[in-house]
């Protein structure tokens, strides 16, 4: 099974979603982390999933909709490592980093 590793940044968009759904009374707050966390899972076991995008990089859509989630991603085959290193919701444009 790859090894999934997560840069330190991907803690903190983790956090402004929390935050996000907190500020905004969503419902569905543990299952929507729960549905991200899934997804790492998806990756550990088929690291190639996610749609290649630029130098290498890969991005794997996660729930749907206005409660999706984007995580941009590198699979380094030669260590069987995936690398998360930025999560977005769909609805924003880009990843800040």
Do not use: C, N
């Amino acid at each position: 099974m790859t090894r999934i590793e997560l840069a330190p940044e991907v803690l903190d968009d983790l956090e402004h979603f929390v935050e996000h759904l907190e500020q905004h009374g969503a419902d569905g707050r543990p299952e929507r982390m729960q549905e991200i966390l899934e997804a790492f899972d998806v990756l550990a076991h088929s690291p190639a999933i996610g749609r290649p995008v630029e130098d290498g990089k890969r991005e794997l859509v996660i729930g749907k909709g206005s409660r999706g989630y984007a995580a941009l991603y590198r699979y380094v085959a030669s260590v069987d490592i995936v690398f998360v290193l930025a999560l977005r919701a769909r609805r924003e444009a880009g990843f800040k980093h």
